[in-house]
């Protein structure tokens, strides 16, 4: 079990991560006043609770609000950010469950739903007391290394509870996308680690720039910018995991170079690439 933690000074928030080596599965428990995260998305799924005080996130175009007894679903790739309504915070615990991991247990325990690469929760706020349970024994297992049949157990009971909450049908956001705004999504997919320009977009969906990027807001809920910052961001997280150093990933991504990285790792995560990378791989930097 490999580590991270994060403490900025002069503040009271502190964050700390672990990931198990043999599922890939991170726990992260923390505390934000204010400010805690700007909008970023996962490859993960992830599934937490809040601890003490209120949390207050938007996710999906709409805006949530957690307290404790309630869990919390985010599927991978929702838009997600965080912050505190209260002076006193609030603390959180969650689990990021990679995609593949979830594919094979779920396909061994026959839970049907989320064996679908495009699962979707119907809910991402949910008062139900045997989820919450379900979740907590299983954080506590991994997130205090309580040993692979603790782990294994309480895993399997929370996928069991979880797979009554998807929906009938993924979520779509809610906007049809249209051909040209799908023309340049996967561009940018393409091209991800290279330097876009706005112009250069709106050549490819054949329309003027300022209806591209108000189309592609609503189908997306974010601009094109932030859109491509999201995916750099998701696969710098896959490279460091693998090893790969921040200057490296920087660099194959498309960012500036090891600060640019930095700076926006920081924001989305609240914590380093340096110490993801340690807490992934165990090795130094």
Do not use: K
Request: hydrophobic share 40%; charged share 25%; net charge neutral.
């Amino acid at each position: 079990m490999t580590s991270a933690a994060f403490s900025p000074a002069g503040s009271d928030n502190w964050l700390e991560a672990r990931r198990d080596p043999e599922t890939g599965i991170e726990s992260l428990r923390a505390h934000f006043s204010g400010h805690a995260y700007d909008p970023h998305d996962h490859d993960d799924m992830l599934i937490g609770y809040t601890e003490q005080g209120v949390q207050r996130f938007r996710c999906r175009r709409s805006l949530h609000t957690s307290v404790p007894g309630r869990a919390i679903l985010i599927e991978p790739g929702a838009l997600h950010d965080g912050h505190a309504p209260e002076a006193s915070g609030f603390t959180y615990a969650m689990l990021y469950l990679p995609q593949a991991w979830v594919e094979r247990a779920t396909r061994r325990l026959n839970v049907p739903g989320l064996q679908r690469v495009d699962a979707a929760f119907a809910h991402t706020l949910v008062d139900d007391s045997g989820l919450v349970d379900a979740i907590q024994q299983a954080f506590v297992a991994i997130y205090g290394n309580e040993g692979r049949l603790a782990r294994d157990q309480t895993l399997d009971r929370l996928l069991t509870r979880l797979a009554g909450h998807l929906c009938d049908m993924p979520m779509t956001g809610g906007v049809a996308m249209s051909a040209m705004i799908a023309r340049v999504r996967d561009f940018l997919h393409d091209h991800m680690d290279g330097n876009v320009g706005l112009d250069e977009l709106a050549s490819i969906a054949g329309i003027d720039r300022f209806r591209l990027t108000r189309l592609f807001q609503q189908a997306f809920g974010t601009s094109p910018h932030a859109y491509l910052v999201r995916l750099r961001l998701r696969a710098a997280r896959r490279l460091l995991a693998n090893g790969r150093t921040p200057a490296e990933v920087a660099a194959e991504v498309g960012f500036a170079d090891q600060s640019h990285l930095g700076r926006w790792f920081r924001r989305a995560y609240r914590m380093t690439p340096a110490a993801y990378r340690r807490m992934c791989t165990n090795v130094p930097d």
